[in-house]
């Protein structure tokens, strides 16, 4: 189990009050907007803002080519696939189930980890990933037969979140000798080109003004979710256990269903405030502190030893 620094606290609060109200801020976005352009925009607006950023925090950004294969590899799983299915996913969903949706990375994660990467992972842990997977089938539990009638949105949100939790464990493990924001700002870029590319191709004879709503939206996309989210999200990835960095930032979904409810209207039940606290509980499972186990008393023969020792000294 893995106790959070004051700093990672503090990331990990912004990270999920920001990501957790993007989901109806995303579905606003792409609301009479086609969705692919959205996340285009948001893109070439937010990756410059991230990139003075850390200018002005003087990160070196060089990456040697040696490393550029990796990074392609990173940027597949953690954000090419993820921004292009999700935010297909968001137009055919409501926000908050697209939300839950793609929080089932946590759970795909621990799998993943478990059975490729050798992570062993104790009964407490395994405990936390049923308790996430419970909160999401009461989260779904009054959606379940609209999301039979949305096949294709609900197959790209989880293919979304089983791909994202695949490049979580592979940045996890990366050896690239460079600051994480680095990579982040990088892996940024290159979904910049694109997210411009299938925008370009699928989406070009939809394009039109944005509305004001589209675009407050992207703004928002643009300087919190690109400008900090992300990168935020990069480093407690790399910087925590998987099954930490992942379950960690459970409530994002829970807070997407209330804020989706709260700005669009979906309705809250009661397996909504009970998956509340499964979430919670899943949390508290990865980054409540241990108690150390008090050291071994020596016995008798071993305190015996000690003194013939001291004595003979």
């Keep these: 189990m893995h106790k959070l620094s004051s700093r990672q606290w503090l990331i990990l609060i912004l990270l999920t009050v920001i990501w957790g109200i993007n989901w109806p ?10 969705p692919l352009t959205f996340r285009m925009v948001c893109l070439l607006m937010g990756t410059p803002v991230l990139g003075v950023a850390l200018l002005f925090l003087k990160v070196p950004l060089r990456i040697e080519r040696q490393h550029w294969p990796e990074l392609l590899v ?6 090419f696939i993820w921004h292009g299915m999700i935010i297909i996913a968001v137009q055919s969903l409501s926000s908050g189930r697209a939300a839950i949706l793609g929080y089932t990375m946590p759970m795909f994660s621990a799998v993943i980890g478990a059975m490729f990467f050798g992570n062993r992972l104790p009964a407490r842990a395994w405990g936390g990933v049923a308790a996430a997977a419970l909160g999401v089938v009461l989260l779904l539990w009054h959606e379940l037969t ?10 790209l949100a989880l293919i979304a979140a089983s791909t994202w939790a695949l490049g979580t464990q592979l940045l996890r493990r990366t050896r690239m000798p460079v600051p994480t924001l680095a990579i982040s700002f990088w892996m940024t870029l290159m979904t910049t080109v694109v997210m411009s590319v299938l925008a370009f191709v699928f989406e070009r004879d939809q394009w039109h003004t944005p509305s004001q709503a589209n675009f407050m939206a992207m703004v928002f996309n643009a300087v919190l979710v690109f400008g900090f989210a992300h990168a935020a999200w990069f480093y407690l990835a790399r910087s ?15 807070l997407g269903v209330f804020s989706g409810a709260l700005w669009l209207g979906e309705v809250l039940h009661w397996q909504d405030w009970a998956a509340v606290v ?10 409540w502190p241990t108690t150390p186990a008090p050291a071994p008393e020596p016995d ?13 000294t």
Excluded: H, R, W, Y
């Design 278 to 287: 499964l979430m919670v509980a899943s949390i508290c499972s990865v980054l």
């Design 25 to 34: 801020v995303m579905k606003i976005g792409v609301t009479g907007f086609p």
């Design 240 to 254: 925590l256990p998987p099954v930490a960095s992942t379950l960690s930032v459970m409530l994002i979904p829970v």
């Design 300 to 312: 008798d023969s071993a305190k015996a030893e000690d003194s013939a020792k001291t004595a003979t």
């Design 146 to 155: 609209n999301l039979t009638g949305k096949p294709i949105g609900v197959l």
């Design 74 to 79: 990173l940027g597949l799983f953690n954000m």
